[in-house]
């Protein structure tokens, strides 16, 4: 038997976009091909991009789809080629399609093998469009046989698994000689030790090597780091792609003996608040590229949520992209605008200022005969932070800057924020972030290029739309909050499990109680970068008319 | 073998809120046991309130529906009572719930079986939560075979069916005497029809008789309609329940001999611009009676929707609890005025007045140094649209009005609305209907209760946010736009075959790219009241960062 030449491809899809995903994956198959390698291996539904979600239920763009494959085809003639689209479910009874991974060679579809596991937790919806596979074949190459499965097809691994078989049992029977997994794996800060375990767990259980390919780039809230690795039958992580970027790998396959062909660029291990820096960059970057978009707008506050989205936007954008608004009213400090021009002259930003004190006098004339002899409150306080929303989104219709929002995980979950004013904004960016991670990833940005005043990281937080109010005016210190907020939200644990949190037990029913009646402001919130195991948004879908734990 | 009286209870329940659903539960057994039946069925998880959503995912939630079936169970002691509930699986491999039907009797917990078959398209995510069921058991019950279902298990009736399997066939097998099925079923504009022969096909092919037992009610943007009824083995509709209202049959069963036990109150059909019209009075009474909500607040403009909206809520709330704020500008006509008033007297409803004027001038004020040397344009009209927003969200943070959104389908469907503007607001009541559907349904109604002035319904539509503006100036008229819109968002046709609908094949491409650019802007809308098979909501998950189509 021959050794084979493997190349792995960790690259960056355009959801629809099937001319830019197949001239990217025909450009890689060529320089595969450059490098004398037999196969080469893209990742899960790498030709319409992932997630699909309901264009899958559009026959156009499975036709799209189809025809994109057969163009990829065409170009696999001395080199094979696995790549990942939906393929249509031949026989009536099931859904109509399967998640599948194409083998491409001698110009032509050998092969198609489907995903069985279909997971359908968090995020995920991929029971809604497949079919989930019942027949397992390996793909036969060369004398070789490779077992390929698709992403969660390996995560079966569990004490309590979530499903009832599991595909590599199956295919193990057939003796491949190498495990291939294509995957579209988004990250979550528990995902890169997660992945790590759960493959080398199926090495040694199936004892033999793994390929382990992932995409990267992000698709609106989700995030792909990549982490696509090679590990050898004795569980050794022989190599691994850099995370965050595009990158390639090259392997050479002897009988069950995996080994690397080329070294690329040594790996690079992040630390916890790194990966969230490159992740949230990823995140904002992909949103504004593959939109179109090139300049963003932030209302900077002097506050130390606004500073951190405009530093991770300067990271994402460069410099020049960059515009913020300060917009200070009667109860704005005067900290607040030193804070913010120390700022915008450290990041050389162009800034703008706006007064709403005008604005503000003709709104309170206007709701006068209504609001008469009624004392200044939560109504007066909204329409402040409703009138920044209302210029900053000015600004964007007028020039085509995009919004970004600056709310944080702690002040979304109890709705301490203004609908429609500090809420407004095209992307949540450190939506999936809690106050003292906010404090925490700042730090670190810090110590990588001091953009963020130190004032800004020390002084207590104010929403300042009233005179001398702080957060703690109306919410525990968030060092208590945030607790609290995990438990309820990551963990999902009941009151009574909180409650040994914390010796204050109306404190704990106070805060659930906030974040089961504010689902409603949450659902009207900008898309949330997710880097967490359970963000805000699609991953977390809860009842908004309901009475649990009121 | 004895005759064996059945009731059938379709009710409304309140999601999560276990003491209001079990004490509604435990006083329908009692007066089903005052009228000497043997058995009482309820509709599908009607113990937790459905659909419960990530609640599920709380085992504190579970626990508490446990406890709520035992405590149900202790009133069933010489009546018995079908309950729907989640189970635990008492095996580790698979999801860890059950979709399941608790036989109760002897005040105890006999028997429960559970949902085979898990909807997880459109609005349904069944499979998130839920492992299906794998092993048949009728329920036995005083010499009688009770095959009972849930919901989905009886709709894989279709050609082309989504499951490979169907429950009733394995059920058969024991020969039961009937069949019953539990449902959540929401309503749309089809459904009455589909779930009529779905259930005829059942009775046709097993050949015996069918107790349907739907819930009412209504859950943010799902609304029940009920519909429950008792079909005998000669496939005749022997009674149906009224719809969108709680309302119990009474039946006996003779063998495989299925009677009306007690006749109650004549079944109306309903027209479709009648289902719509209760339906949507459901779903707006029910969000604010299930939240302890009173008052609503509505924005009228003069123009047809906000007409609608506003006789929608005088019918589910009470004139009374319903109060209009008209918000004219400069280029507002006179009309919009005179109509508006005309229309509050009809429906003796509270207004006021109040001028966007002053704020618009210290807006463009504090704009100024930015805007000089451009055009009027999307930002100035924007503006004014925000600033009725800010001021309704004003008067809803201050007296605790829900502000109810009056955008509809078309202009949800091409972005042809303001985000934090006209699309603010708690709930959108005809969201999910098209510009010549509401129309429609205002013509309908004034044929019950003559309260919108014809000029409404017969000027041409315009946003008045410049001179002399027309909604013809940007968009086809609205028989060809929903003509378009229906194509692609209901029937997900392909462009090629939309084109086949008009001659014009540039706006068709317009229309679609316009739906598709305006996902980012949807996904901040309020939650859409459901009347269609596609609306706008959970029941439609499409990428915002992608290209398809563009």
Partial sequence: MQPLNI????LNYHTGNFEHNTAKIISAIQQAQAQHCDLIIFSELCVCGYPPRDFLEFADFIEKSQHAVREIASHCTTIAAIVGAPSVNPVLE???????AYFLYNGNVQQVVHKSLLPNYDIFDEYRYFEPNHEFNCIEFKGYKLAVTICEDLWNVDDNPMYRQSPMEQLKLQEPHIMINIAASPYSQKQLESRNEVMLKNVVRYEMPLLYVNMTGAQTHLIFDGGSM????????????NHFEEDTGYYQLHGRQLSVLQNHSPYTV???MEQIRLALITGIREYFHKQGFKQCIIGLSGGIDSALVTALAVQALGHKQVKVVLLPSEFSSHHSITDSIDMINRLDIEHTTMS???AYASVEKALAPEFKHTEFGIAEENIQSRLRGLLLMAMSNKFGYILLNTSNKSELAVGYGTLYGDMCGGLSVIGDLYKTQVYELARHINTLNNCIPESILTKEPSAELRPNQKDSDSLPPYEVLDKILYAYIEER???REIMKLTSDEALVRRVLKMVNTNEWKRLQAPPVLRVSTKAFGPGRRMPIVAKYLN
Same sequence: chains 1, 2.
């Fill in 356 to 358: 709403i004190a005008d």
């Fill in 270 to 272: 992040l630390a916890p």
């Fill in 230 to 241: 090679a590990i050898n039958a004795g569980a050794e992580v022989i190599d691994r792609h």
């Fill in 493 to 495: 644990k009941s009151p």
């Fill in 94 to 100: 099931g859904k109509d399609l399967f998640n599948s």
């Fill in 7 to 10: 190349c792995t491809a960790q």
